[in-house]
């Protein structure tokens, strides 16, 4: 029995590979086309953002609540946000712009979802990676402390926001309301989300608001991890990794539910 269906297994993975690949490239074609620079600006985009937030906060010597250079809270800061913030606004609305896909019996709305997430984290990524390296080159800011600490605060804070992205995309095809309270949403998360404070810095009241938030204790372990005992963080990554594990059990739910409802065009 288990020879018979490890072939079956083994082949299944190579057909959801090639269904990756092919919607990975067909994603990048669409988005970036082939003028310019095309799918570098995969990671060129988020590379200008953060370094926009970083020159108006060192313009403006805004207050973060600790002695840390501007430049590394901002990179922390900011590249943590982009990473789960941009995965729910390309999901959300996907599978309306893609139906006609839907006709393939191997292409299933979760691989859609997918292939979207996995640009958004390579991007962000990229350029946290990218960005990181040439300030530390320069000489802005200091090496990570603890670089696995860093990487494990990475992936989880990406799954957290990658299945919020997957829930709020399955969603979103039911409801129409859902592209349009994200948007509001994901700018009043922004100042919440720790990329602008230290929890440690907060009052008492305010500290234990917003460690309610989940992306919260991912961008403190991100700091925990760069700046090690420069900074105070306060963060349960059991916390975070309760949430993700909650969310992406309603993420697959919805996405079956939505599925039994598309109608392929």
């Known amino acids: 029995m ?55 906060w060192t313009a403006t010597k805004s207050v973060h609540g600790s002695d840390l250079p501007i430049v590394a809270f901002a990179l922390t800061g900011y590249s943590s946000v982009l990473l789960w913030r941009n995965m729910p ?4 609305g996907a599978l309306m712009g893609n139906l006609a896909l839907m006709y393939h019996r191997n292409i299933r709305a979760l691989d859609i979802y997918a292939a979207r997430i996995i640009i958004e984290f390579a991007g962000a990524t990229i350029s946290f990676f990218t960005l990181s390296l040439v300030f530390i080159l320069g000489g802005w800011i200091s090496p990570p402390e603890d670089f696995l600490t860093v990487a494990a605060a990475w992936f989880l804070t990406a799954w957290f926001g990658a299945a919020l992205a997957i829930t709020l995309g399955a969603l979103s095809h039911e409801y129409e309301l859902v592209d349009k309270l994200w ?13 602008a404070f230290l929890v440690s810095a907060l009052p008492p009241l305010g500290r234990e608001i917003v460690l309610y938030i989940p992306v919260v204790h991912g961008v403190e372990m991100v700091r925990d991890g760069y700046f090690g005992t420069k900074v105070e963080a306060i963060y349960d990554p059991g916390y975070l990794i309760t949430c993700s594990l909650v969310l992406t059990v309603v993420a ?14």
């Open 2 to 56: 288990a020879s018979a269906s490890q072939p079956s297994l083994i082949a299944s993975l190579k057909v959801q590979r090639r269904v990756l690949a092919a919607l990975l490239v067909r994603e990048l074609l669409t988005r970036y086309g082939r003028h310019n620079i095309g799918f570098l600006w995969l990671f060129v985009e988020p590379m200008i953002f953060t370094l926009g937030v970083t020159a108006l």
């Open 89 to 92: 606004g390309r999901c959300i």
């Open 183 to 195: 948007h509001p949403a994901s700018y009043l998360l922004f100042p919440l989300s720790g990329a």
């Open 252 to 265: 697959l739910i919805a996405t079956r539910w939505v599925e039994k409802r598309l109608t392929p065009q």
